[in-house]
């Protein structure tokens, strides 16, 4: 599998921007299926944004559609969540996975490969 260490996170107020990285390392990145989620403390893990292989295709959760913009440079095995425009509901700790795949998927439970999660903090 493949080895996930993400970077990033910070404390910032509403409104601000930040760029998530997800660093790929063990395996050879680009055939895996790339994918955010989050967790904010007594919730459920959620989805947030998702990449296909190659990057032509991309999805995101209704939350964050527009304000969100999934990335990926299989050059630099590197995944990366561009985050503009945020909200204090966006406080969460956000893990990156891969999935050796071609389609791309919402679930959790679809992805066997997790990073560790970084957090981020958005003030009101």
């Known amino acids: 599998q493949v080895q996930l260490v993400e970077s990033g996170g ?4 509403a409104g601000d921007s ?5 660093a790929a390392s063990g395996r050879m990145f680009s055939p895996y299926t790339m994918a955010w989620f989050r967790q904010a403390p007594g919730k459920e893990r959620e989805f947030v ?7 032509g295709n991309t999805y ?12 990926r440079d299989n050059g630099e095995n ?4 561009q985050m503009n425009s945020l909200k204090p ?5 956000y893990h990156c996975a891969a999935k050796y795949a ?17 957090q981020v903090t958005v003030s009101s």
């Open 10 to 13: 910070g404390l910032v107020q």
């Open 18 to 22: 930040l760029r998530l990285s997800c």
């Open 49 to 55: 944004a998702a990449i296909s292989r190659s990057g």
């Open 60 to 71: 995101y959760a209704d939350s964050v559609k527009g304000r969100f913009t999934v990335s």
């Open 78 to 81: 590197t995944v990366y969540l």
């Open 89 to 93: 509901e966006d406080t969460a700790v």
């Open 102 to 118: 071609v389609a791309v998927f919402a679930s959790p439970s679809s992805y066997p490969s997790w990073g560790q999660g970084t």
